[in-house]
């Protein structure tokens, strides 16, 4: 079993940061990659933020230049830094895993972000 914890969203003016954390724990064998995705009202859940176990990154070209992600593969803990966040990053945003072998996919509960204008 496979416990996923995520912390940090919450409300923040535009312009201004947020930094969610997350970590899995329980019986894995191995994470190929790590990321976080977001869920707006109306619409479907898009990746933000991935980082592999090598240390390659991609980003959703709207958050390129403001957001970071970072993970630690030993800890199993991936970290995403929003800065200069806007109102249209307002969303549910949900922590992943991509285990090593033919295995589904790790999913956190989610964290609401509001960006108020």
């Known amino acids: 079993q496979v416990h996923v914890a995520e912390s940090g969203g919450g409300l923040v003016q535009a312009g201004g940061s947020l930094r969610l954390s997350c970590k899995f724990s329980?019986?894995?064998?191995?994470?190929?990659?790590m990321g976080w995705y977001r869920q707006a009202p109306g619409k479907q859940r898009e990746l933000v933020a991935r980082?592999?176990?090598?240390?390659?990154?991609n980003y959703v070209d709207s958050v390129k230049g403001r957001f970071t992600i970072s993970g630690d593969n030993a800890e199993r803990t991936v970290h995403l830094q929003m800065d200069s966040l806007k109102p249209e990053d307002t969303a549910v945003y949900y922590c992943?895993?991509?285990?090593?072998?033919?295995?589904?996919?790790?999913w956190g509960q989610g964290t609401q972000v509001t960006v108020s204008s």
């Open positions: 329980g019986t894995i064998f191995r994470i190929n990659a």
């Open positions: 992943n895993g991509e285990p090593w072998g033919n295995l589904r996919d790790y």
């Open positions: 980082i592999t176990s090598g240390g390659s990154t």
